[in-house]
């Protein structure tokens, strides 16, 4: 039984106007690299993950989401 009326989906305007973002940091060190950022757009299940430093800056982190994202 139904419990109450449908309602369709909400259809977004933006296509990556909502994300999640996770760090995965202390792995072992491959050629400069020791994490890594997950980048994962909640309506269409686009994951792009990003190697980066653990000493990176928060303006590299946010070139590296510019030009990766």
């Given at each position: 039984?139904?419990?109450?009326?449908?309602?369709?989906?909400?259809?977004?305007?933006?296509?990556?106007?909502?994300?999640?973002?996770?760090?995965?940091?202390?792995?072992?060190?491959?050629?400069?690299y020791d994490?890594?950022?997950?980048v994962c757009?909640?309506?269409?299940?686009?994951?792009?993950?990003?190697?980066?430093?653990?000493?990176?800056?928060?303006?590299g982190l946010?070139?590296?989401?510019?030009?990766?994202?």
């Amino acid at each position: 039984m139904p419990v109450g009326k449908l309602r369709p989906n909400t259809v977004l305007k933006r296509l990556w106007q909502y994300i999640l973002v996770d760090f995965i940091m202390k792995l072992l060190v491959f050629r400069g690299y020791d994490s890594v950022l997950v980048v994962c757009n909640r309506s269409s299940k686009i994951l792009h993950c990003i190697v980066i430093a653990e000493k990176t800056t928060t303006e590299g982190l946010t070139k590296l989401f510019r030009n990766n994202i």
